[in-house]
T-cell receptor
C-alpha cells in the first residue's frame, strides 16, 4: 500500500508567478484535501475534493484553485503568488465519510521571494 | 479568530514520566477531536481521536480526555519515551463537514533521556 506522495518537495518562486503542486492519494482513498502550514503555526484548511469536485473550502481567495483527477490524484494551483504564500503545503487523502482519518504527505515547501 | 488553541508552544518531560498536552476550543459545534504528531520533514500522522459523546479514549500509552463544558481536551502520554519527541497538533471538525479539520498551533514535546 503506497502512502500519500507530494511533488516537488521544495520550490522557490517569485512574487506574481504561478505554481502547481501535485499529490498522489493513498491507495483506496477517494477524497483529497489541501492544507497550508505557515512557519510556527498549525495547518490551515484550503479545500477538499471528492469525485473531482470541490466540496469544501476554507478562508482562501480564488487564486487558490485545485483539481482532482479520476485516479484521485490532485493538484493545487496558486496564481499571482504573494510573499505570504510562503509555507508548507500539505496534501491529505482519506475515504469519504464521517470522521475518517486523514493521511498526510510530507508536504511541499514553497518559498516566494 | 483561532477556534482551536494550544497555549503551550513547548513542553519538556523526563523519559518515563507523564506528558500532558492541552488544547482549548471555542466552537461549540465541534463534535470530533483528533491529535496528530509531526516529525521534522514528515507530514502529520494520526495519533488518537475522540467523539464528543465520550469523555475519554485510550490507545496504549496515549489517552485523550474531553471536557465539553470547559471546551478543553488533553492528551496524556504515559510513560513518555524519547521517540515521542515531536510537534503535537490537536484538531477538530464539525458535523457534516467531511474531513475538514481546524488545527491548533501545535506544541513541541521534548522527552529527555
Amino acid at each position: 500500500e503506497t502512502g500519500v506522495t507530494q511533488s516537488p518537495t521544495h520550490l522557490i518562486k517569485t512574487r506574481g508567478q504561478q505554481v502547481t503542486l501535485r499529490c498522489s492519494s493513498q491507495s483506496g482513498h477517494n477524497t483529497v484535501s489541501w492544507y497550508q502550514q505557515a512557519l510556527g503555526q498549525g495547518p490551515q484548511f484550503i479545500f477538499q475534493y471528492y469525485r473531482e469536485e470541490e466540496n469544501g473550502r476554507g478562508n482562501f481567495p480564488p487564486r487558490f484553485s485545485g483539481l482532482q483527477f479520476p485516479n484521485y490524484s490532485s493538484e493545487l494551483n496558486v496564481n499571482a503568488l504573494e510573499l505570504d504564500d510562503s509555507a508548507l503545503y500539505l496534501c491529505a487523502s482519506s475515504r469519504q465519510g464521517k470522521q475518517e482519518k486523514l493521511f498526510f504527505g510530507s508536504g511541499t515547501q514553497l518559498s516566494v521571494l | 479568530d483561532q477556534q482551536v488553541k494550544q497555549n503551550s508552544p513547548s513542553l519538556s518531560v523526563q523519559e518515563g514520566r507523564i506528558s500532558i498536552l492541552n488544547c482549548d476550543y471555542t466552537n461549540s459545534m465541534f463534535d470530533y477531536f483528533l491529535w496528530y504528531k509531526k516529525y521534522p520533514a514528515e507530514g502529520p500522522t494520526f495519533l488518537i481521536s475522540i467523539s464528543s459523546i465520550k469523555d475519554k479514549n485510550e490507545d496504549g500509552r496515549f489517552t485523550v480526555f474531553l471536557n465539553k463544558s470547559a471546551k478543553h481536551l488533553s492528551l496524556h502520554i504515559v510513560p513518555s519515551q524519547p521517540g515521542d519527541s515531536a510537534v503535537y497538533f490537536c484538531a477538530a471538525s464539525v458535523p457534516n463537514a467531511g474531513n475538514m479539520l481546524t488545527f491548533g498551533g501545535g506544541t513541541r514535546l521534548m522527552v529527555k533521556p
